[in-house]
Structures are given as C-alpha cells and as structure tokens.
C-alpha cells in the first residue's frame, strides 16, 4: 500500500508538535548555506519521543519496502541520518553502514564506515533533503565502493526544484514520509500560521536562494 496523504499529515503534525519544525516567517532563521530561511527542520528531536519516533520508524520501513523491497544494506547520511538507519535497518533485519560528511582525518580515514561489499543493494536514509548535496555526496561515494544505490528515503523534504533535478541525473528515485506543501497545509489547520503567513512561505520555496525578508 503506498505512501498515504494521511500518513504525510501526521508526521507533519508529529514534526510541528513536537517543534523538530519550526516556523517563523518574521524572525527567519539562517542556514549553514547562508540562505535566510522562514522555516528550520531538526528531526533530530523525534528521537526523544517514543511513539513518534515508533512511528517514523514504521513508516520508513514501509516506505522502503513499498518503493524498493527488500535491499541488501542500509546506508546512513551522517549525522541526523544516522541514528534513523540504524532503526529501519534493525526492523528490516539487515546490515547498516553509513557515510560521514567528511574523510577521517586519521586512521584508515574512511568515508564509508561499516562493512560494505561491491554489488550491494543499498537504500540511504536521511533526515531531510533540501538542496540535496549531502544525500548526492553519500550517494558518490556508495557507488565508488560498488554499490547499487537503488534509492534515497527521507522524514522530509523541501521539495526544491534544484534537488529534485540533481536526482535525476544520476538516475536515483527518492521518497519522503512528508514534504513542505503537506506541513504547510497542517501548520494552517493547527493554527500555527496564518493564511497570509502561508502564502509568504510558499513563496519563499520558489527561490530560496536569493528570497529575503519582508
């Protein structure tokens, strides 16, 4: 059974409640990019919620298994990818490995940490996509070491354009339990913005790069 809208409603609704997402079209925030932004993701924070955290876990399981059955090993994007591979790999029953930002400076200075073996097929998990940099790195660097990367899933995403055509050059399916038009339809319903609020978000996601505040 695919991906419901219900299913992307609640976790919206989980993210928003329990302030992993956070809205602020007046005070906007600023990326590591140095892009100004009116909304913040840190779905790091569902992992202190057991039945949330439950719940991202069972739906990424079946994301996983509905897109692309059952693979061979699941990959990790360091680091908020991480801790949410590990807990869809020991639900799947299968061996995890992930992939830092960066080379080890010391040591054998791995940038795939984990046993892995040519001809692998592996799904990598992220916590969000945004510009889709990170996930495309991970994604390189898996398929220097051999593996079939046969798709990416994620919490989240932003549903940038810029990320959306990056995937598909290199010919890489990605899903996501939730994106930002669901989130904004759950933060009007929830009261956690206005309508004119909405409208202000929605047109910061057309060009996010050059978008400046009001």
């Given at each position: 059974?695919?991906?419901?809208?219900?299913?992307?409603?609640?976790?919206?609704?989980?993210?928003?409640?329990?302030?992993?997402?956070?809205?602020?079209?007046?005070?906007?925030?600023?990326?590591?990019?140095?892009?100004?932004?009116?909304?913040?993701?840190?779905?790091?924070?569902?992992?202190?919620?057991?039945?949330?955290?439950?719940?991202?876990?069972?739906?990424?399981?079946?994301?996983?298994?509905?897109?692309?059955?059952?693979?061979?090993?699941?990959?990790?994007?360091?680091?908020?990818?991480?801790?949410?591979?590990?807990?869809?790999?020991?639900?799947?029953?299968?061996?995890?490995?992930?992939?830092?930002?960066?080379?080890?400076?010391?040591?054998?200075?791995?940038?795939?940490?984990?046993?892995?073996s040519p001809g692998q097929r592996a799904v990598v998990?992220?916590?969000?996509v945004s510009t889709g940099k990170s996930s495309l790195?991970?994604?390189?660097?898996?398929?220097?070491?051999?593996?079939?990367?046969?798709?990416?899933?994620?919490?989240?995403?932003?549903?940038?354009?810029?990320?959306?055509?990056?995937?598909?050059?290199?010919?890489?399916?990605?899903?996501?339990?939730?994106?930002?038009?669901?989130?904004?339809?759950?933060?009007?319903?929830?009261?956690?913005?206005?309508?004119?609020?909405?409208?202000?978000?929605?047109?910061?996601?057309?060009?996010p790069s050059s978008w400046t505040p009001a």
């Amino acid at each position: 059974m695919p991906l419901t809208s219900e299913t992307q409603s609640k976790i919206a609704e989980y993210l928003l409640q329990i302030k992993a997402v956070k809205l602020q079209p007046k005070e906007p925030f600023t990326w590591a990019s140095g892009w100004k932004s009116p909304i913040y993701c840190d779905n790091r924070i569902a992992l202190s919620f057991p039945v949330i955290r439950t719940y991202i876990r069972q739906q990424l399981v079946h994301l996983v298994q509905e897109e692309f059955g059952t693979p061979e090993i699941i990959v990790g994007v360091a680091t908020a990818g991480i801790p949410q591979g590990v807990l869809v790999a020991q639900e799947l029953g299968l061996p995890f490995a992930y992939v830092r930002s960066a080379p080890k400076d010391h040591g054998r200075q791995n940038l795939v940490e984990g046993e892995v073996s040519p001809g692998q097929r592996a799904v990598v998990i992220e916590d969000l996509v945004s510009t889709g940099k990170s996930s495309l790195k991970c994604i390189e660097a898996l398929k220097e070491r051999g593996l079939e990367v046969v798709g990416l899933v994620s919490i989240f995403d932003y549903g940038f354009e810029e990320a959306e055509q990056e995937f598909k050059k290199i010919r890489c399916r990605f899903f996501s339990l939730c994106n930002y038009e669901f989130l904004l339809q759950e933060a009007l319903k929830g009261n956690y913005i206005s309508q004119q609020e909405r409208e202000y978000l929605q047109e910061w996601r057309l060009n996010p790069s050059s978008w400046t505040p009001a």
